[in-house]
């Protein structure tokens, strides 16, 4: 077997076989390059490989989701809902792997150590926990931007003797909560997701709440074979679509402004966007929503009715309405019947600011209040959002500098693709990326097909380094925090502004997306390729 000794050789090693390095292998294996994805997992999906939590799915229309490249892909495929569930979206990455052939080329059970490169040799040298070894020219970050898992920082957590789960590294077997009193911590867009589930079988639930989201109704279906003929006919019209919106969804911002539309029509197009499947209410806002206080306190008004209007116990559903943002400021958990969940005699909301949590105990939990028996806690807390994948392998540039240590007061990118100081290294949906705010699969083929121009002009021209430079690095920070600045979204603590109470050292803001729209953001990139790579040298 391969070691540090005796490395295997590759032209390119892409770390992650989930969306973005299932497609790079599949791009990169096109134009003749030799590739070994390593994966940690035993199978193929990322995401949907490791969240198997009940009621996981998409928020995407399944249709807007899937891979676009490919016509026997899109013509083979057929997705039975219109927001498809974690089971059939894993199903989904596994057909796709076996129809381009691409595990022949994946090393699974492989988790990534370090990648440091080798300046003499002009060579990546990646190493895993295994022992495996192996070295390449390029190194591609496929990593996932929502993939390393933070269990909140709680005392006494390794006390608790019974079930314990974090939703991103469910078990395989099944989970039952029948009949049994579980708690769950966490109620984010995954713990709205599992809430809706756990609350039909619990004997009891009790859902300890720290602040609130503000949720809105999927309304997902069944997919008719009379809408399965209209979206067979209509890929190429929904994709190209796709390109144009803002996050690469279906939905996109209304044209006019909420603060210059009439009363009447104003809550008639909210209640309408309401009634809507999918992101519609949030992504396909009035425009001043995103960006205007007034606008987006009277679209947060509208859902907290809404809210009023579906929970039974007032106290309750003022607990459930935000009071520390506006609606859309932070990601938009999609539901269905979730309010209603708070309506059940087995469901129980407590509020953590209020009674907070002392600790985890051998058999439960400790609150304020006195202490409470369960059979099992659930923790949907959340990830080490976009920087996590990068810190837990220790991966060092030119003279050694460690990308943990550049990266120590925020990451700095050139696109979100490129790091100075770490040649030929490219990061597929990294910090400061666009690709990483939206339907992330429409930013993973813009991102992967840049790549794939990038390597094939390398080829082509018999380039065999590639780094930004400092400069173009500051001008990219400059432009991230430009069209940050003016979105609401960067003025409340979320993942997307890299605030994370759990983990030392994440409580200042850093903008870890590039928000300005993938519209925007692919013509940046094809401008830069355009001008033989701007603000990259090559050589
Ligand atoms: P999120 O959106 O980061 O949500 C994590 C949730 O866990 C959130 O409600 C947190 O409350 C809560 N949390 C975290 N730490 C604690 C502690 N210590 N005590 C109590 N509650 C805690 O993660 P998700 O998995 O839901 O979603 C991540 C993305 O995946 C999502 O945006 C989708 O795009 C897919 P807080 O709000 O911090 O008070």
Not at 70 to 84: A, G, K, R, V
Not at 275 to 289: L, Q, S, V
Not at 418 to 446: D, H, K, S, Y
Request: glycine letters at 8%; one cysteine or more; a negative charge.
């Amino acid at each position: 077997a391969a070691s540090v000794q005796d490395p295997e050789r590759f032209d390119a090693i892409v770390v992650g076989a989930g969306i973005s390095g299932m497609y790079m292998l599949y791009r990169l294996r096109e134009l003749g390059l030799k590739v070994r994805v390593l994966e940690a997992g035993t199978d193929v999906g990322g995401t949907w490989y490791w969240n198997r939590y009940p009621g996981a799915r998409f928020d995407s229309e399944s249709w807007s989701y899937g891979y676009a490249f490919s016509q026997e892909i899109l013509d083979e495929w057929q997705w039975s809902e219109h927001f498809s569930s974690q089971p059939e979206n894993l199903r989904y990455c596994r057909f796709v792997a076996d129809r381009l052939d691409l595990k022949r080329d994946i090393r699974f059970e492989t988790s990534v150590t370090s990648a440091h490169y080798d300046e003499d040799a002009n060579e990546w040298a990646i190493a895993a926990e295994d022992g495996y070894a192996a070295r390449a020219r390029l190194f591609i970050a496929a990593i996932g931007p929502l993939s390393v898992p933070v269990w909140p920082a709680i005392d006494g957590i390794g006390d608790f003797e019974r079930e314990a789960y974090h939703t991103a590294r469910w078990p395989h077997e099944p989970v039952s909560f029948a009949g049994k009193r579980v708690a769950v911590i966490g109620t984010g867009a995954t713990g709205v997701q599992l809430i809706q589930e756990v609350a039909k079988t619990a004997g009891h639930l009790t859902v300890l709440q720290r602040r609130p989201n503000w949720c809105a109704p999927l309304h997902n279906s069944p997919i008719t074979p009379e809408e399965q003929a209209d979206i067979r006919a209509r890929h190429e019209e929904i994709f190209d679509h796709c390109r144009n919106t803002h996050g690469g969804f279906i939905h996109d911002a209304d044209p006019r402004r909420l603060l210059e539309t009439p009363e009447a029509e104003r809550l008639a197009f909210l209640e309408k966007k309401y009634a809507e499947p999918g992101f519609g209410i949030w992504m396909g806002n009035f425009r001043d929503t995103f960006t205007n206080e007034e606008a987006n306190r009277i679209l947060s008004d509208f859902i907290a009715g809404k809210i009023r209007e579906r929970v039974a116990d007032p106290a309750t559903a003022e607990k459930l309405i935000p009071k520390d943002h506006g609606f859309g400021q932070r990601r938009v958990p999609m539901e269905t019947r979730y309010y209603e969940v708070y309506n059940q005699d087995n469901v129980e909301l407590v509020d953590i600011l209020a009674d907070p949590i002392r600790r985890v105990t051998k058999t439960g939990i400790e609150l304020e209040s006195g202490h409470r028996d369960f059979d099992m806690i659930v923790y949907a807390t959340g990830f080490d959002a976009v920087l996590g994948g990068f810190n837990r392998i220790d991966i060092r540039g030119l003279g050694g500098q460690r990308l943990r240590d550049k990266w120590a007061e925020g990451p700095t990118t050139y696109l979100g693709l490129q790091v100075a100081g770490f040649p030929n290294m490219l990061t597929l949906v990294g910090p400061q990326n666009a690709a990483g705010f939206g339907n992330i699969p429409r930013g993973i083929e813009q991102n992967v097909e840049w790549v794939a121009r990038l390597v094939r002009h390398m080829r082509d021209n018999g380039l065999e380094y590639v780094a930004a430079t400092p400069e173009a690095e500051t001008e990219w920070q400059e432009e991230v925090t430009r069209s940050s600045d003016k979105m609401l979204l960067s003025k409340a603590d979320s993942w997307f502004t890299g605030i994370n109470r759990n983990i030392d050292g994440r409580s200042r803001r850093v903008y870890l997306l590039y928000t300005a729209g993938m519209p925007a953001y692919r013509e940046r990139c094809d401008a830069v390729a355009a001008k033989g790579y701007e603000g990259m040298e090559l050589r």
